[in-house]
Structure formats: C-alpha cells, structure tokens
C-alpha cells in the first residue's frame, strides 16, 4: 500500500538450482526466491520482476544449467540480467574444480538471453492498452524519445524536446520492431 514503491523490482537469483546457490554460498534456495516473487504479483499483478542470472559458475552442469532453464521459463518474471561467470583471483570459486569452458558458458549465456527477450516481449504484451505514466529520459535520437512506465516497459514517441524529463499518461498501444512500446497521450 506504500506509495514510495513503484511496480518494478529486480531480485538477483543468480542460479536456479540450490546445489549452484549452495555453492555461491547465496544465504536461500530457490524455494525462497519463488515464494518473493510470487508475493511480488500477488500485491502487484503488474509489476515488472527482472532476475540477475549467472551461468558457468564452477561445479555448474549441463543437467544444473537445463534445471535453471526450465526454472526460469516457469517463474512469473520478465527479464533476465544474464552474466557470464569470470574468475576473479584469490575468491573460493578461483580454486574450485569444475570449471565450465568458455564456450559452454556463451551458448548458454546466448539461450538466456533469448528467454529473456521472450519474457519481455510477454510482458509487454500484458500491459499493451493499458494507461500508464511516463518518465521520458532520453534525448533525441532517430527522431523520437524514449522513457520509462512506473512498472519499467519502455515507451517512445515521436521526438519533442518539451517532453525529456517529464511524465506524462500515455495509453501503451502496440510493440514495434525495437522491441519498445509506442503509446499515445491520455488528456494531452
């Protein structure tokens, strides 16, 4: 019921399996993670969740990483931050055995990050005609502006140098071929 939140959260995951997270030393599992994002939708139906994902971590499998996958494809979140692991000197996880080639680690980077554009885009879609207020942030570029909702779907316009940082209600209309949402002035 606050209003000092606006429906947007980004919840680190980092795996999605509790042996990886066990190994990360990450203090919860999955089942933990699930129950906030789920508490997430319940209060706020639209409110935009995205995950931060690591793949390669040492001691990850092709078994861990499919069980992350499908994990991830399930939970009701709408994109995905994906790193790839990289060794850092003198950490527990530089010493570890198992470490995933750096191929592995950048096709399976490559296959989150295509969910990931999949979550979006369904996210978007959900909240296509609906009415939202806009930040607009950036400047000029191609001949339009882009900002974003309170709930993170990102919106553009045609360019008007009047509307960088403002917001204004905007009724979100279809996705085009960026990937953005354009929209049309409410009560302009």
Same mark, same amino acid.
């Given at each position: 019921?606050?209003?000092?939140?606006?429906?947007?959260?980004?919840?680190?995951?980092?795996?999605?399996?509790?042996?990886?997270?066990?190994?990360?030393?990450?203090?919860?599992?999955?089942?933990?993670?699930?129950?906030?994002?789920?508490?997430?939708?319940?209060?706020?139906?639209?409110?935009?969740?995205?995950?931060?994902?690591?793949?390669?971590?040492? &001691?990850?499998?092709?078994?861990? *990483?499919?069980?992350? $996958?499908?994990?991830?494809?399930?939970?009701?979140? !709408?994109? %995905?931050?994906?790193?790839?692991?990289?060794?850092?000197?003198?950490?527990?996880?530089?010493?570890?055995?198992?470490?995933?080639?750096?191929?592995?680690?950048?096709?399976?980077?490559?296959?989150?990050?295509?969910?990931?554009?999949?979550?979006?885009?369904?996210?978007?879609?959900?909240?296509?005609?609906?009415?939202?207020?806009?930040?607009?942030?950036?400047?000029?570029? &191609?001949?339009?502006?882009?900002? *974003?909702?309170?709930? $993170?779907?990102?919106?553009?316009?045609?360019?008007? !140098?009047? %509307?960088?940082?403002?917001?204004?209600?905007?009724?979100?209309?279809?996705?085009?071929?960026?990937?953005?949402?354009?929209?049309?002035?409410?009560?302009?």
């Amino acid at each position: 019921s606050s209003q000092r939140f606006v429906p947007h959260f980004h919840v680190p995951l980092q795996s999605g399996t509790d042996k990886v997270l066990g190994l990360m030393k990450r203090r919860y599992r999955r089942d933990l993670y699930t129950q906030r994002v789920q508490k997430i939708k319940e209060l706020m139906p639209d409110a935009c969740i995205g995950a931060d994902v690591i793949v390669g971590f040492p &001691g990850e499998t092709d078994e861990d *990483f499919r069980e992350t $996958y499908r994990y991830l494809t399930d939970l009701d979140v !709408s994109y %995905l931050h994906v790193f790839s692991y990289s060794e850092r000197p003198n950490t527990p996880a530089a010493e570890m055995e198992a470490k995933v080639p750096d191929t592995e680690i950048a096709q399976r980077s490559k296959m989150l990050q295509i969910l990931s554009e999949k979550k979006r885009r369904h996210f978007y879609e959900q909240q296509l005609g609906k009415e939202e207020y806009v930040l607009f942030e950036s400047k000029e570029s &191609g001949g339009i502006v882009t900002g *974003f909702t309170r709930n $993170y779907v990102k919106v553009e316009l045609p360019f008007h !140098s009047a %509307l960088i940082n403002t917001v204004h209600k905007v009724k979100l209309g279809i996705i085009n071929h960026r990937g953005n949402v354009l929209a049309e002035f409410v009560n302009p």
